[in-house]
Protein backbone atom coordinates (compact mmCIF):
# COMPACT_ATOMS: atom_id res chain seq x y z
CA UNK A 1 0.00 0.00 0.00
CA UNK A 2 1.61 3.40 -1.66
CA UNK A 3 0.41 7.13 -1.06
CA UNK A 4 2.40 10.34 -2.46
CA UNK A 5 3.82 11.52 0.53
CA UNK A 6 1.79 14.82 1.55
CA UNK A 7 3.22 15.65 4.57
CA UNK A 8 7.02 14.92 5.00
CA UNK A 9 7.86 17.79 2.95
CA UNK A 10 6.53 20.16 4.64
CA UNK A 11 7.03 18.71 8.18
CA UNK A 12 11.04 18.73 7.22
CA UNK A 13 10.75 22.47 5.83
CA UNK A 14 8.69 23.57 9.33
CA UNK A 15 10.82 21.95 11.18
CA UNK A 16 14.17 23.42 10.19
CA UNK A 17 12.19 26.77 9.80
CA UNK A 18 11.12 26.61 13.84
CA UNK A 19 14.71 26.44 14.98
CA UNK A 20 14.52 24.99 18.96
CA UNK A 21 16.10 26.31 21.76
CA UNK A 22 19.30 24.54 23.20
CA UNK A 23 17.62 24.72 26.57
CA UNK A 24 14.25 22.48 25.01
CA UNK A 25 16.54 20.16 23.23
CA UNK A 26 18.45 19.85 26.01
CA UNK A 27 15.19 19.41 28.38
CA UNK A 28 14.11 16.58 26.21
CA UNK A 29 17.61 15.41 25.97
CA UNK A 30 17.07 14.87 29.45
CA UNK A 31 14.31 12.05 29.38
CA UNK A 32 17.50 9.64 28.36
CA UNK A 33 19.07 9.91 31.94
CA UNK A 34 15.44 8.75 33.34
CA UNK A 35 16.17 6.04 30.76
CA UNK A 36 19.23 4.74 31.75
CA UNK A 37 18.84 5.43 35.21
CA UNK A 38 16.09 2.78 36.53
CA UNK A 39 17.42 0.25 33.52
CA UNK A 40 20.76 -0.25 34.67
CA UNK A 41 19.63 -0.18 38.28
CA UNK A 42 17.21 -2.83 37.33
CA UNK A 43 19.88 -4.75 35.25
CA UNK A 44 22.59 -4.89 37.49
CA UNK A 45 21.16 -4.93 40.89
CA UNK A 46 17.43 -6.34 41.07
CA UNK A 47 18.27 -9.86 40.44
CA UNK A 48 21.06 -9.91 43.34
CA UNK A 49 18.30 -8.38 45.59
CA UNK A 50 15.94 -11.01 44.99
CA UNK A 51 18.96 -13.60 45.46
CA UNK A 52 21.08 -12.91 47.67
CA UNK A 53 19.12 -10.21 50.24
CA UNK A 54 15.64 -12.25 49.61
CA UNK A 55 16.41 -15.82 49.31
CA UNK A 56 14.35 -16.56 46.32
CA UNK A 57 15.21 -19.81 44.51
CA UNK A 58 17.63 -18.61 41.92
CA UNK A 59 15.93 -21.62 39.04
CA UNK A 60 12.41 -19.49 39.95
CA UNK A 61 14.14 -15.95 38.92
CA UNK A 62 16.37 -16.97 35.96
CA UNK A 63 12.34 -18.06 34.20
CA UNK A 64 10.93 -15.26 35.49
CA UNK A 65 13.49 -12.91 33.71
CA UNK A 66 13.98 -15.21 30.49
CA UNK A 67 10.13 -14.33 30.60
CA UNK A 68 10.56 -10.68 31.10
CA UNK A 69 13.32 -10.78 28.32
CA UNK A 70 10.45 -12.42 25.46
CA UNK A 71 7.79 -10.07 26.73
CA UNK A 72 10.03 -7.04 26.27
CA UNK A 73 11.24 -8.04 22.68
CA UNK A 74 7.28 -8.54 21.60
CA UNK A 75 6.15 -5.54 22.90
CA UNK A 76 8.04 -3.34 20.74
CA UNK A 77 6.93 -3.42 17.82
CA UNK A 78 3.18 -3.75 18.98
CA UNK A 79 3.40 -0.69 21.13
CA UNK A 80 5.25 1.20 17.88
CA UNK A 81 2.96 -0.11 15.57
CA UNK A 82 -0.17 1.13 17.64
CA UNK A 83 1.28 4.26 18.52
CA UNK A 84 2.12 5.37 14.49
CA UNK A 85 -1.84 4.34 14.16
CA UNK A 86 -2.70 6.43 17.26
CA UNK A 87 -4.41 10.09 16.58
CA UNK A 88 -5.30 11.89 19.70
CA UNK A 89 -5.58 15.81 19.81
CA UNK A 90 -2.35 15.97 22.44
CA UNK A 91 -0.12 13.93 19.62
CA UNK A 92 0.92 10.38 18.52
CA UNK A 93 3.39 9.71 21.58
CA UNK A 94 2.98 12.43 24.11
CA UNK A 95 -0.49 11.18 25.60
CA UNK A 96 1.53 7.53 26.06
CA UNK A 97 4.60 9.51 27.58
CA UNK A 98 2.31 11.57 29.53
CA UNK A 99 0.00 8.86 31.25
CA UNK A 100 2.84 6.40 31.47
CA UNK A 101 5.71 8.08 33.24
CA UNK A 102 4.54 8.04 36.86
CA UNK A 103 2.95 4.99 36.83
CA UNK A 104 6.24 3.69 35.57
CA UNK A 105 8.56 5.35 37.79
CA UNK A 106 6.20 3.87 40.68
CA UNK A 107 6.43 0.43 39.57
CA UNK A 108 10.02 0.89 39.35
CA UNK A 109 9.78 1.73 43.08
CA UNK A 110 8.08 -0.86 44.18
CA UNK A 111 10.05 -3.21 42.75
CA UNK A 112 11.98 -2.33 45.83
CA UNK A 113 9.16 -2.95 47.92
CA UNK A 114 8.53 -7.00 48.26
CA UNK A 115 5.57 -8.26 50.44
CA UNK A 116 6.13 -9.30 53.85
CA UNK A 117 5.01 -12.68 53.65
CA UNK A 118 8.32 -14.36 51.51
CA UNK A 119 5.60 -16.58 50.00
CA UNK A 120 4.08 -14.14 47.76
CA UNK A 121 7.78 -12.62 46.91
CA UNK A 122 8.42 -14.44 43.99
CA UNK A 123 4.43 -13.89 42.54
CA UNK A 124 5.28 -10.39 43.60
CA UNK A 125 8.55 -10.38 41.75
CA UNK A 126 7.19 -11.53 38.56
CA UNK A 127 3.70 -9.27 38.50
CA UNK A 128 5.64 -5.96 39.27
CA UNK A 129 8.52 -7.12 36.21
CA UNK A 130 5.90 -7.73 33.98
CA UNK A 131 4.06 -4.77 34.64
CA UNK A 132 7.56 -2.52 34.40
CA UNK A 133 7.96 -4.53 30.81
CA UNK A 134 4.85 -2.83 29.50
CA UNK A 135 5.01 0.68 31.30
CA UNK A 136 9.32 0.87 30.48
CA UNK A 137 8.43 -0.26 26.78
CA UNK A 138 5.48 2.32 26.23
CA UNK A 139 7.64 5.14 27.78
CA UNK A 140 10.99 4.78 26.29
CA UNK A 141 9.82 3.84 22.53
CA UNK A 142 7.33 6.91 22.47
CA UNK A 143 10.43 8.88 24.11
CA UNK A 144 12.82 7.83 21.40
CA UNK A 145 10.09 7.86 18.71
CA UNK A 146 9.95 11.27 19.20
CA UNK A 147 13.56 12.11 17.91
CA UNK A 148 13.65 11.32 14.03
CA UNK A 149 9.98 13.70 14.13
CA UNK A 150 11.28 16.75 15.95
CA UNK A 151 14.77 17.07 14.82
CA UNK A 152 15.12 16.52 11.17
CA UNK A 153 18.11 17.87 10.22
CA UNK A 154 21.38 16.16 10.25
CA UNK A 155 23.04 19.05 12.45
CA UNK A 156 20.26 18.81 15.03
CA UNK A 157 20.15 15.28 15.06
CA UNK A 158 24.12 14.90 15.38
CA UNK A 159 23.77 17.44 18.21
CA UNK A 160 20.89 16.31 20.33
CA UNK A 161 21.61 12.48 19.92
CA UNK A 162 25.35 14.08 21.37
CA UNK A 163 23.45 15.27 24.21
CA UNK A 164 20.96 12.00 24.92
CA UNK A 165 24.18 10.29 25.03
CA UNK A 166 26.28 12.67 27.52
CA UNK A 167 22.88 12.29 29.92
CA UNK A 168 22.23 8.58 29.24
CA UNK A 169 26.17 8.06 30.00
CA UNK A 170 25.67 9.68 33.39
CA UNK A 171 22.21 8.16 34.03
CA UNK A 172 24.17 4.96 33.46
CA UNK A 173 26.71 5.65 35.81
CA UNK A 174 24.20 6.76 38.68
CA UNK A 175 22.38 3.39 38.19
CA UNK A 176 25.45 1.20 38.47
CA UNK A 177 27.87 3.38 40.79
CA UNK A 178 25.38 5.05 43.66
CA UNK A 179 23.48 1.80 44.61
CA UNK A 180 25.74 0.25 46.68
CA UNK A 181 26.45 3.65 48.29
CA UNK A 182 22.62 3.74 49.15
CA UNK A 183 21.16 0.79 50.14
CA UNK A 184 23.62 -0.15 53.38
CA UNK A 185 22.60 3.53 54.26
CA UNK A 186 18.80 3.73 53.42
CA UNK A 187 17.58 0.35 52.30
CA UNK A 188 16.65 -1.09 49.31
CA UNK A 189 13.49 0.25 49.25
CA UNK A 190 14.19 4.33 50.09
CA UNK A 191 16.90 3.73 47.32
CA UNK A 192 14.20 2.86 44.92
CA UNK A 193 12.39 5.76 45.83
CA UNK A 194 14.97 7.94 45.53
CA UNK A 195 15.26 6.78 42.07
CA UNK A 196 12.29 6.69 41.05
CA UNK A 197 11.48 10.62 42.14
CA UNK A 198 15.35 11.26 40.21
CA UNK A 199 13.74 9.12 37.00
CA UNK A 200 10.11 11.25 37.46
CA UNK A 201 11.68 14.62 37.54
CA UNK A 202 13.54 13.88 34.47
CA UNK A 203 11.26 12.06 32.02
CA UNK A 204 9.05 15.45 33.57
CA UNK A 205 11.53 17.75 32.08
CA UNK A 206 11.98 16.07 29.15
CA UNK A 207 8.33 15.59 28.59
CA UNK A 208 8.24 19.79 28.46
CA UNK A 209 10.71 19.89 25.80
CA UNK A 210 9.13 17.76 23.64
CA UNK A 211 6.92 18.56 20.40
CA UNK A 212 4.65 16.42 17.79
CA UNK A 213 4.06 17.82 14.39
CA UNK A 214 0.16 17.37 14.22
CA UNK A 215 -0.05 16.70 10.82
CA UNK A 216 2.20 14.07 10.60
CA UNK A 217 1.20 11.22 8.69
CA UNK A 218 -0.94 8.45 10.42
CA UNK A 219 0.35 4.80 9.13
CA UNK A 220 -2.88 3.23 7.83
CA UNK A 221 -0.99 -0.17 7.58
CA UNK A 222 -2.32 -2.85 9.63
CA UNK A 223 0.34 -4.62 12.19
CA UNK A 224 1.46 -7.38 9.36
CA UNK A 225 1.74 -5.12 6.65
CA UNK A 226 3.62 -2.52 8.78
CA UNK A 227 5.91 -5.72 9.51
CA UNK A 228 5.97 -6.60 6.36
CA UNK A 229 7.28 -3.10 5.05
CA UNK A 230 9.50 -2.79 7.46
CA UNK A 231 11.98 -5.30 7.02
CA UNK A 232 11.21 -5.09 3.34
CA UNK A 233 13.37 -2.02 3.39
CA UNK A 234 17.20 -2.68 2.52
CA UNK A 235 18.40 0.17 4.28
CA UNK A 236 16.60 -0.64 7.41
CA UNK A 237 17.70 -4.43 7.41
CA UNK A 238 21.19 -3.62 6.58
CA UNK A 239 21.54 -0.98 9.81
CA UNK A 240 19.20 -3.39 12.22
CA UNK A 241 21.78 -6.83 11.51
CA UNK A 242 24.78 -3.84 12.19
CA UNK A 243 23.24 -2.27 15.07
CA UNK A 244 22.25 -5.82 16.31
CA UNK A 245 26.15 -6.96 16.11
CA UNK A 246 27.22 -3.74 18.06
CA UNK A 247 24.42 -4.24 20.78
CA UNK A 248 26.09 -7.39 21.62
CA UNK A 249 29.11 -6.08 21.64
CA UNK A 250 28.03 -3.40 24.55
CA UNK A 251 25.95 -6.11 26.86
CA UNK A 252 29.34 -8.41 26.41
CA UNK A 253 32.35 -6.05 27.39
CA UNK A 254 30.55 -5.05 30.79
CA UNK A 255 29.50 -8.86 31.58
CA UNK A 256 33.03 -10.15 30.47
CA UNK A 257 35.08 -7.45 32.44
CA UNK A 258 34.17 -9.08 36.09
CA UNK A 259 35.65 -12.21 34.64
CA UNK A 260 38.61 -10.41 32.83
CA UNK A 261 39.70 -8.65 36.01
CA UNK A 262 39.50 -11.15 38.71
CA UNK A 263 41.36 -14.24 36.47
CA UNK A 264 43.45 -11.86 33.76
CA UNK A 265 44.32 -8.86 35.78
CA UNK A 266 44.36 -10.96 39.04
CA UNK A 267 43.03 -8.23 40.60
CA UNK A 268 40.41 -7.36 43.48
CA UNK A 269 37.20 -6.61 41.88
CA UNK A 270 36.71 -3.24 42.50
CA UNK A 271 38.98 -2.43 39.17
CA UNK A 272 35.70 -3.40 37.38
CA UNK A 273 35.09 0.26 38.46
CA UNK A 274 38.34 1.74 37.37
CA UNK A 275 37.67 -0.09 33.77
CA UNK A 276 34.12 0.54 33.41
CA UNK A 277 34.84 4.15 34.73
CA UNK A 278 37.58 4.29 31.98
CA UNK A 279 35.16 3.84 29.34
CA UNK A 280 32.41 6.03 30.43
CA UNK A 281 34.21 9.05 31.64
CA UNK A 282 36.00 9.04 28.33
CA UNK A 283 33.03 8.50 26.36
CA UNK A 284 31.18 11.45 27.71
CA UNK A 285 33.14 13.91 26.00
CA UNK A 286 33.59 12.53 22.70
CA UNK A 287 29.76 11.88 21.99
CA UNK A 288 29.99 15.47 21.24
CA UNK A 289 33.54 15.42 19.04
CA UNK A 290 31.03 12.66 17.60
CA UNK A 291 28.31 14.18 16.58
CA UNK A 292 30.23 16.86 14.98
CA UNK A 293 31.79 14.41 12.90
CA UNK A 294 28.31 12.80 11.85
CA UNK A 295 27.13 16.66 10.73
CA UNK A 296 30.17 16.53 8.35
CA UNK A 297 30.52 13.77 6.85
CA UNK A 298 27.05 11.90 7.19
CA UNK A 299 25.85 9.20 9.26
CA UNK A 300 27.06 6.08 7.18
CA UNK A 301 31.09 7.26 6.99
CA UNK A 302 30.70 8.39 11.15
CA UNK A 303 29.36 4.83 11.62
CA UNK A 304 32.05 3.14 9.66
CA UNK A 305 34.40 5.32 11.49
CA UNK A 306 33.00 4.48 15.11
CA UNK A 307 33.48 0.95 14.26
CA UNK A 308 36.97 0.63 13.35
CA UNK A 309 37.89 3.07 16.22
CA UNK A 310 35.36 0.65 18.76
CA UNK A 311 37.08 -2.53 17.05
CA UNK A 312 40.95 -1.43 17.23
CA UNK A 313 40.51 -0.26 21.20
CA UNK A 314 38.89 -4.06 21.80
CA UNK A 315 41.88 -6.07 20.38
CA UNK A 316 44.86 -5.71 23.10
CA UNK A 317 42.21 -7.19 25.68
CA UNK A 318 43.48 -9.86 23.71
CA UNK A 319 46.90 -10.26 24.96
CA UNK A 320 46.93 -7.57 28.06
CA UNK A 321 47.61 -8.48 31.64
CA UNK A 322 48.52 -5.29 33.36
CA UNK A 323 46.44 -2.91 35.05
CA UNK A 324 47.65 0.12 33.32
CA UNK A 325 47.19 -1.30 30.06
CA UNK A 326 43.65 -2.18 30.68
CA UNK A 327 42.87 0.89 31.77
CA UNK A 328 44.19 2.88 28.87
CA UNK A 329 42.20 0.23 26.72
CA UNK A 330 39.33 0.80 28.48
CA UNK A 331 39.42 4.23 27.72
CA UNK A 332 40.52 4.03 23.99
CA UNK A 333 37.31 1.85 23.78
CA UNK A 334 35.43 4.89 25.64
CA UNK A 335 36.08 6.82 22.18
CA UNK A 336 34.86 4.35 19.60
CA UNK A 337 31.64 3.68 21.68
CA UNK A 338 30.72 7.05 21.68
CA UNK A 339 30.35 7.72 18.10
CA UNK A 340 28.27 4.23 17.93
CA UNK A 341 25.81 4.98 20.50
CA UNK A 342 25.52 9.00 19.16
CA UNK A 343 25.54 7.20 15.41
CA UNK A 344 22.70 4.49 15.60
CA UNK A 345 19.93 6.96 16.22
CA UNK A 346 20.94 9.07 13.74
CA UNK A 347 20.61 6.34 10.54
CA UNK A 348 17.63 5.04 12.31
CA UNK A 349 16.36 8.09 11.78
CA UNK A 350 17.19 8.79 8.20
CA UNK A 351 15.76 4.89 7.43
CA UNK A 352 12.49 6.16 8.64
CA UNK A 353 12.96 9.83 6.80
CA UNK A 354 13.16 7.45 3.52
CA UNK A 355 10.00 5.14 4.44
CA UNK A 356 7.91 8.48 4.35
CA UNK A 357 9.24 9.30 1.14
CA UNK A 358 8.06 5.85 -0.13
CA UNK A 359 4.67 5.44 2.18
CA UNK A 360 4.14 8.61 2.93
CA UNK A 361 3.39 7.56 6.96
CA UNK A 362 5.88 8.68 9.79
CA UNK A 363 6.73 5.39 10.93
CA UNK A 364 8.71 6.05 13.72
CA UNK A 365 7.24 3.84 16.29
CA UNK A 366 7.32 0.55 13.90
CA UNK A 367 11.01 1.07 13.09
CA UNK A 368 12.53 1.55 16.89
CA UNK A 369 9.76 -1.42 17.55
CA UNK A 370 11.43 -3.36 15.14
CA UNK A 371 14.87 -2.83 15.97
CA UNK A 372 14.05 -3.06 19.75
CA UNK A 373 12.72 -6.36 18.89
CA UNK A 374 16.17 -7.35 17.46
CA UNK A 375 18.29 -5.77 19.33
CA UNK A 376 16.94 -7.21 22.75
CA UNK A 377 18.21 -10.65 21.64
CA UNK A 378 21.83 -9.75 21.75
CA UNK A 379 21.25 -9.93 25.25
CA UNK A 380 20.55 -13.75 24.17
CA UNK A 381 23.57 -13.84 22.19
CA UNK A 382 25.95 -13.03 24.94
CA UNK A 383 24.66 -15.20 27.28
CA UNK A 384 25.38 -18.31 24.49
CA UNK A 385 28.48 -16.75 23.86
CA UNK A 386 29.79 -16.31 27.33
CA UNK A 387 28.62 -19.90 28.58
CA UNK A 388 29.95 -21.95 25.66
CA UNK A 389 33.19 -20.07 25.79
CA UNK A 390 33.79 -20.59 29.56
CA UNK A 391 32.49 -24.81 29.18
CA UNK A 392 34.69 -24.96 26.60
CA UNK A 393 38.20 -23.72 27.73
CA UNK A 394 37.48 -25.40 30.77
CA UNK A 395 36.36 -22.42 33.02
CA UNK A 396 35.96 -23.84 36.94
CA UNK A 397 33.43 -21.83 39.17
CA UNK A 398 34.88 -23.18 42.08
CA UNK A 399 38.31 -22.63 41.81
CA UNK A 400 40.31 -19.02 42.26
CA UNK A 401 42.71 -19.72 39.74
CA UNK A 402 41.63 -20.95 35.87
CA UNK A 403 43.54 -22.97 33.62
CA UNK A 404 45.49 -20.90 31.40
CA UNK A 405 42.96 -21.90 28.66
CA UNK A 406 39.98 -20.34 30.34
CA UNK A 407 42.00 -17.28 30.83
CA UNK A 408 42.81 -16.91 27.47
CA UNK A 409 39.06 -17.66 26.58
CA UNK A 410 38.62 -14.88 28.89
CA UNK A 411 40.50 -12.31 26.91
CA UNK A 412 39.34 -13.20 23.39
CA UNK A 413 35.77 -12.59 24.94
CA UNK A 414 36.53 -9.02 25.57
CA UNK A 415 38.72 -8.86 22.30
CA UNK A 416 38.69 -11.13 19.35
CA UNK A 417 35.02 -12.24 19.57
CA UNK A 418 33.23 -8.87 19.71
CA UNK A 419 36.31 -7.29 16.98
CA UNK A 420 34.77 -10.21 14.99
CA UNK A 421 31.44 -9.07 15.48
CA UNK A 422 32.28 -5.45 14.77
CA UNK A 423 33.88 -6.82 11.37
CA UNK A 424 30.97 -8.39 10.43
CA UNK A 425 29.01 -5.13 11.76
CA UNK A 426 30.93 -3.21 9.80
CA UNK A 427 29.82 -4.99 6.14
CA UNK A 428 26.73 -4.06 6.59
CA UNK A 429 26.97 -1.00 7.77
CA UNK A 430 28.96 -0.60 4.93
CA UNK A 431 26.33 -2.04 2.69
CA UNK A 432 23.63 0.72 4.42
CA UNK A 433 22.30 2.45 1.18
CA UNK A 434 21.74 5.59 2.61
CA UNK A 435 24.82 8.32 1.48
CA UNK A 436 26.57 5.93 0.07
CA UNK A 437 26.67 7.68 -3.33
CA UNK A 438 28.58 10.22 -1.49
CA UNK A 439 30.94 7.99 0.55
CA UNK A 440 34.48 7.58 -0.16
CA UNK A 441 35.07 4.61 2.44
Same mark, same amino acid.
Given at each position: MERKPVTGTDMNSAASRVRKPLFRKAAYSSGNLSVNLIAQAFATYLVYYYVDTLGVRPAWISLAMIGHGILG???NPLIGHLSDRTRTRFGRRIPYIAFGLLPLCAVFALLWKPPSDPAWTFLYFVAMVFLYDILFVMVVLNYSALFPEMYQSIRDRAYVSSWRQMLGIVGMIVGVAVPPLLYPLLGWEAMGMIFGAVAVLFFVLSLWGSRENPRAAQSAFRLMEAVKHTLGNRAFVMYVLGSFLVQFTFVLLPAGIPFFTKYVLVREESFNTLLLGAIFVT????? &? #???????? &??? !???????? #??? @???????? &? $?? *?????? $? %???????GLAGLMVLLDVM?????????? =? %???? !??????????? $?? !??????? /??????? #??? %??? !?????????? /?? %? *??????? *??????? #? @????? &????? $?? =? =?????
Open positions: AVLAIPFV &F #LWGRITER &FGP !RRGALAAV #LCY @LAALLPFG &F $IH *GGTAAI $I %TAAAVGILSEVIDADER =K %TGFR !REGMYFGMNGF $IV !RWGVSLQ /AAVMGMV #LEM %TGY !RADSPVQPPS /AV %T *GIQWMLG *GIPAAAL #L @LAFCF &FYAYP $IG =K =KTSSL
